[in-house]
């Protein structure tokens, strides 16, 4: 959990982070499937946001916390008139894990998206933790 309430991990050390695709234990990345989908503007957009998070340590102010879910934060991407979420959550401070993308429709997260990502970061630490 972040030092502040509604700030990232690592945001008072103002640390650099690496940001990770989730992966299953099979090998997919179900970030990269959602990313080959999108027009190529917005995947360089995407990407674009990705380094400005590992290599600007001012890059924290793309995470929104989101409320009650399993310390998960959402980075908004936004290219012309389409806007991707892609839900997160943090290894330590220093490393972003990227659960799920999707395109913003609503003003609200879909459920099943939340669900998604908590299963996946659970999964991760999980696989983590036993080696």
Known sequence: MG???GYPP???SRMKRTVLLYETESGARPVSKFLRKQTMQIRDA???GFKHI???TGADHLFKKMANTD???EIQIKYDKNISRLLCFFDGA???VVASGFQKKTQKTPPQ???T???RKKDYFRRKNNG
């Open 3 to 5: 030092l502040q309430k």
């Open 10 to 12: 690592g945001y008072l």
């Open 46 to 48: 995407t990407i674009a």
């Open 54 to 56: 590992e290599n600007d």
């Open 71 to 73: 310390d998960l934060w």
């Open 94 to 96: 220093a490393i972003v």
């Open 113 to 115: 998206e939340i669900r």
């Open 117 to 119: 990502a908590e299963a």
